[in-house]
């Protein structure tokens, strides 16, 4: 049973960090992409960052380039997404998705590719 347990949302300032991780089990680690997605009320859901667990290789939006960073532990099978210096248009719920289906697991951001999804964690950038 695929499982994606997303934690780390929290109300933070602007300019200020916040890490979110995302928990994975029930699927074989290393042939995975596990991607981070956010969404606001009447918006599409937007990719926001990923990882390929096959070799290792990220992507990222462009309206987080430079702010943001993926990374992951393979021993605890758990992706990480540090974001810096955060704005006030980065508040929204973000999602961790799994890619397990679709060799070679490159890290693409469009949502419709993933398969499994976590239950989101609300990140509220606000002063």
């Known amino acids: 049973q695929v499982q994606l347990v997303e934690s780390g949302g929290d109300l933070v300032q602007p300019g200020g960090s916040l890490r979110l991780s995302c928990a994975a089990s029930g699927f074989p680690w290393g042939y995975s992409t596990i991607g981070w997605f956010r969404q606001v009320p009447g918006k599409e859901r937007e990719g926001v960052s990923a990882?390929?667990?096959?070799?290792?290789?990220?992507s990222y939006g462009d309206s987080v380039k430079g702010r943001f960073t993926i990374s992951r532990d393979n021993a605890k099978n758990t992706v990480y997404l540090q974001m810096s210096n955060l704005k006030p248009e980065d508040t929204a719920v973000y999602y961790c998705?799994?890619?397990?289906?679709?060799?070679?697991?490159?890290?693409?951001?469009?949502?419709?590719?993933?398969?499994?999804w976590g239950q989101g964690t609300q990140v509220t950038v606000s002063s």
């Open positions: 990882i390929s667990n096959t070799d290792g290789s990220t």
């Open positions: 998705a799994a890619d397990i289906e679709r060799p070679p697991f490159t890290p693409v951001l469009h949502a419709w590719m993933y398969q499994y």
